[in-house]
């Protein structure tokens, strides 16, 4: 009998599951291409020449994956480095940015914020941050570009405050921000880093160990140089924060590092220190009790349903991320939502694309079930007879809103069972309108490429052709106050009272400054952005 409990303990503390947060063109693929150079799971860099002339295909890595004949999707990757098992989630960006892109950081244990050093903190990622944030979880900051001109760091520092309001620990130190990179200071070993030019780089940096005033370094970088960075490490250790690991893993400080994604320069060691800091899967608590990840039993969430990958086929694929015990192929386990004992016996696809089946696999890794339409998203499979049972997935507010109705009245039925369909998937949400007496239904969605798959679902899986009537709202709140009468508020004229799936009482706005106006007016009225409050952080 193998010891359960010491290939557990191992196996949870190798493991690093992250998203990476940023705004599209920061250079996420590019990090992430380098990230899987390191662990071996590619071979060659250049594979972002492949991806560019598929550029806006539903994966990035779906041409890789074809060329290199390995398991990396759009979805999940995995790869080794230095014995540690590291997870990578996509979080789906550019146009088809939605709410399984902030879903997606439910499952995630730690984030990378990556920042394109010229552009400073987008709106993208603001967004994202908010995610991260309200579930506690550690932030690091990748500063990407560094080879080109960038704003000064330290008005970078200032503005991750001033925006996202977090404090940051530089790791290491820029020198040359405008457009003359030379490499970095970095803190912890003292040393400098040269940066070494060229594309797509592959080579090790070349570095000096030394006080930063060691005169080494004024040959090496030049008195301008050397004088400045001088001044700059004086400065952040005089007035920066102090490095603080539990801070950095409660999140309330983000560990600063510089670097260049397609240069390949800092990637390593960012990557290093990562693996350091970085917190493997912890205890999970819920109102019940306390999940330990190196329980021996099996326990897990859904967090993504995503239908019809197949086209052949009907089916879904429900991706589960796991909190405690072991997994392995075709063991039964509770469905607790359902209250149902289910045999994961259906070939268990890992990955999305490939569809690997695996054998096995830990706390913290993410598997995907084939779905004949048995799970919703939030759902706990547990293998024990407790009372486990997760505190549900957020729902995340929408942004866009429209009046969708089927073009041909005839087909209403199949259009409510398409409907339902996707909002049990979590691509769209939908709201009554309560304040006047019609059918008509209001959709909202995070992305507005959504409209676009709905419509296409709806006319090829349900045969129903859709009327879509943009709305020109673009905030959800819901109303947190219990018995309130919402037809009793003094609105802005311009917001609608719309009742979501639950029979929960919301308000679509049109801007922030109606949302003000809203709470000006009705001082009780408590307005929340995010549906289930009680979603519990992890705690380290
Ligand atoms: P994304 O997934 O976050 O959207 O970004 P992606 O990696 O596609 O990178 C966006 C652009 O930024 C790409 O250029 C990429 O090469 C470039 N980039 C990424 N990292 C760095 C870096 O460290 N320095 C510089 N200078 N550029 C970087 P592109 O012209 O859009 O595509 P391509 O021709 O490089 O494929």
Redesign the pocket.
């Known amino acids: 009998m193998p010891d359960i409990k010491a290939e557990l303990k191992k196996e949870v503390s190798r493991r690093k599951t992250f998203a990476i947060i ?1 705004h ?7 990090l992430t291409e380098k990230l899987l150079l390191y662990g071996g799971a590619i071979r060659l860099a250049g594979s ?2 492949a ?2 002339a598929n550029k806006y295909a539903v994966s990035d890595w779906m041409e890789i994956e074809k060329q290199r004949g390995i398991s990396v999707t759009s979805s999940v990757m995995q790869f080794e480095y230095n014995n540690f098992c590291i997870n990578i989630l996509d979080t789906p ?2 146009q088809d940015f939605s709410e399984d892109t902030y879903r997606t950081l439910v499952a995630a244990d730690s984030a990378v914020m990556l920042i394109d050093g010229a552009k400073g903190v987008e709106a993208q990622t603001i967004k994202l941050f908010h995610v991260c944030k309200l579930r506690g979880i550690p932030i690091f900051t990748f500063v ?2 560094m ?2 001109a960038s704003k000064d760091p330290f008005e970078l520092m200032e503005e991750i405050e001033r925006v996202l309001g977090i404090r940051s620990y530089p790791m290491n130190w820029p020198i040359g921000t405008e457009g003359d990179f030379k490499g970095v200071y970095n803190r912890k070993l003292k040393q400098i880093e040269l940066f070494g030019g060229g594309e797509h780089g592959q080579s090790q940096v070349s570095s000096t160990v030394g006080k930063v005033d060691d005169p080494i370094f004024a040959d090496l970088l030049g008195s301008h140089y050397h004088d400045k960075l001088c001044e700059d490490i004086e400065l952040l250790d005089m007035a920066g924060d102090e490095f603080d690991k539990k801070k950095i893993r409660s999140g309330e400080l983000t560990p600063l590092f510089f670097g ?4 390949n320069f800092g990637v390593q060691p960012f990557l290093e220190e990562f693996l350091e800091l970085a917190p493997s899967p912890g205890v999970i608590t819920t109102s019940e009790t306390e999940i330990d990840p190196e329980s021996d039993k099996f326990s897990g969430f859904i967090f993504k349903i995503q239908a019809n990958m197949n086209p052949t086929h009907r089916d879904r694929l429900a991706f589960l991320r796991i909190c405690s015990g072991k997994f392995t192929k075709g063991m039964s386990v509770k469905h607790v939502n359902a209250g149902k004992e289910i045999r994961l016996s259906q070939p268990q696809q890992f990955m999305a694309q490939e569809r690997t089946i695996i054998e096995e696999a830990y706390p913290g890794d993410i598997i995907g079930l084939f779905d004949p339409g048995i799970f919703n998203l939030g759902d706990t499979l547990y293998e024990g007879n407790g009372n486990v049972k997760f505190e549900g997935i957020p729902i995340f507010p929408a942004e866009h809103f429209a009046r969708v109705t089927p073009a041909d009245t005839m087909k209403r039925k199949q259009f409510i069972k398409g409907i339902d369909q996707l909002s049990e998937e979590g691509a769209i949400q939908v709201f009554k309108q309560i304040d006047i007496g019609i059918e008509a239904l209001i959709i909202g969605v995070v992305g507005a490429l959504q409209f676009e798959v709905l419509e296409y679902r709806l006319k090829n899986e349900y045969g129903v052709q859709l009327r879509i009537q943009n709305l020109p709202y673009r905030h959800a709140r819901w109303i947190e106050n219990e018995g309130l009468d919402p037809r009793k508020l003094n609105l802005p004229s311009t917001a609608v009272i719309v009742e979501d799936k639950l029979g929960r009482n919301s308000i679509l706005f049109e801007n922030e400054w109606s949302i003000r106006m809203a709470e000006e007016r009705n001082k009780d009225l408590k307005l929340v952005d995010i549906a289930t409050q009680d979603f519990k952080v992890r705690k380290f």
């Open positions: 940023s599209p063109d920061a250079g996420k693929t590019t972002v020449k991806r560019k960006g550019h990407n570009k080879d080109r260049s994604a397609m240069t």
